[in-house]
């Protein structure tokens, strides 16, 4: 079956430019997850939803940054006003159940200019 | 929060080579993932491992709960086994994954 997809791929913005990045989990999955990875470094953790609900933002990293996922499907991660240091690989992750194995898709890219 | 560590960092081995990967927690975790980046840069989930011993073909993996580590064994490595590998786990009730830094597996021809 489908696996967790998200779009676009690869951004490029302009340092100032908001930029919303979607993630599409896999069918049915209750949890879903957002990780920023930089360049050599493990993914870390951003937020994380049980169907609609934001149970855990504690690792945004200021209020630039926000999550949606209205009908506990697709999420939504928005960007406001971006600043170089926010380039980096964005992952979603979505797992069946609570405490499941997660599964990641193929990242978004974020280059900020 | 809790702590992960990798070891070795980088790894360069010929192909048909064996190999270990240890990840080490600082505290407790519920369940514990390995993960391999590849090239491109995609996450492939490996194994899901809270305890005990899995094996998949060439890959195999042991987690010992109770001591907070887990090994990642590699036989006979191929190409196309380079990439970063990562062990992550969850605390103990929480639901986001903490990552180690990784170990590079470089196997050459």
């Known amino acids: 079956g489908a696996g967790v997809s998200q779009s676009p791929r690869y951004k490029v913005t302009k340092r100032g430019q908001d930029v919303a990045l979607r993630c599409d989990p896999i069918s049915g999955h209750v949890s879903l997850y957002w990780y920023r990875q930089a360049l050599g470094q493990g993914p870390e953790f951003l937020t994380y939803?049980?169907?609609?609900?934001?149970?855990?933002k504690s690792g945004l990293p200021n209020d630039r940054f926000s999550a949606e996922r209205p009908e506990g499907s697709i999420s939504t991660l928005t960007i406001q006003r971006t600043e170089q240091r926010d380039s980096a690989m964005y992952r979603c992750?979505?797992?069946?159940?609570?405490?499941?194995?997660?599964?990641f898709g193929p990242g978004t890219r974020l280059t900020v200019t | 929060g809790i702590q992960v560590e990798q070891s070795p960092p980088d790894l360069i081995l010929q192909e048909g080579a064996n190999s270990t990967l240890r990840c080490n927690f600082s505290?407790?975790?519920?369940?514990l993932q390995w993960f391999h980046q590849n090239p491109w840069g995609q996450l492939i989930n490996l194994f899901y491992?809270?305890?005990g011993t899995k094996q998949n073909g060439r890959l195999s993996a042991t987690t010992v709960a109770t001591e907070r580590y887990s090994l990642l064994y590699i036989s006979s490595s191929q190409t196309t086994d380079s990439g970063v590998y990562f062990c992550?786990?969850?605390?103990?009730?929480?639901?986001?994954?903490?990552f180690g830094q990784g170990t590079r597996l470089t196997i050459n021809p």
């Open positions: 505290d407790s975790v519920n369940n």
């Open positions: 992550a786990g969850p605390t103990e009730g929480a639901q986001k994954l903490v």
């Open positions: 491992i809270p305890s």
């Open positions: 992750a979505s797992s069946p159940t609570g405490d499941g194995e997660q599964y």
């Open positions: 939803f049980n169907y609609e609900a934001q149970q855990d």
